[in-house]
């Protein structure tokens, strides 16, 4: 019993200094991991809070430059056609925006 007292001193000292140092350790270790974890937590929850609606009128304006952009590359395409036609020598019959007004 007597050769028991020294080793539960012994372990006990070594706990009162592992529990701190293995906190401080874990904290620092752990912080650049879970830190970016935390703060995409709240931006999904906003996500999927979105109405219906909401989403509608976000589809339908997706939609609206889809169409724009659409517009805008046939309009470069038909003046990229007129310029390679200029290049080449011929005569185009009609410039984009004569094509365009008719």
Same mark, same amino acid.
Do not use: H
């Given at each position: /019993? @007597?050769?028991?007292?020294?080793? &539960?001193?012994?372990? /006990? =000292?070594?706990? &009162?200094?592992?529990?701190? #140092?293995? =906190?401080? %350790? ?6 650049? %991991?879970? @830190? ?6 709240? @931006?999904?929850?906003? $996500?999927?809070?979105?109405? !219906?609606?909401?989403?509608?009128? $976000?589809?339908? #304006?997706?939609?609206?430059? &889809? ?6 590359? +046939? &309009? #470069? ?6 310029? !390679? @036609?200029?290049?080449? =020598?011929?005569?185009?019959? +009609?410039?984009?925006?004569? $094509?365009?007004? %008719?």
């Amino acid at each position: /019993m @007597e050769d028991l007292v020294p080793l &539960v001193l012994g372990g /006990m =000292g070594i706990i &009162v200094v592992m529990i701190p #140092l293995a =906190g401080f %350790t874990l904290r620092y270790a752990i912080r650049p %991991t879970v @830190e970016p974890i935390v703060e995409a937590i709240p @931006e999904s929850r906003g $996500r999927e809070s979105m109405s !219906r609606p909401d989403l509608e009128k $976000r589809l339908a #304006l997706l939609q609206e430059d &889809v169409d724009e952009i659409r517009e805008a590359v +046939k &309009v #470069l395409l038909a003046n990229q056609r007129f310029d !390679r @036609e200029l290049v080449d =020598g011929g005569v185009p019959a +009609k410039s984009p925006s004569e $094509r365009a007004a %008719t």
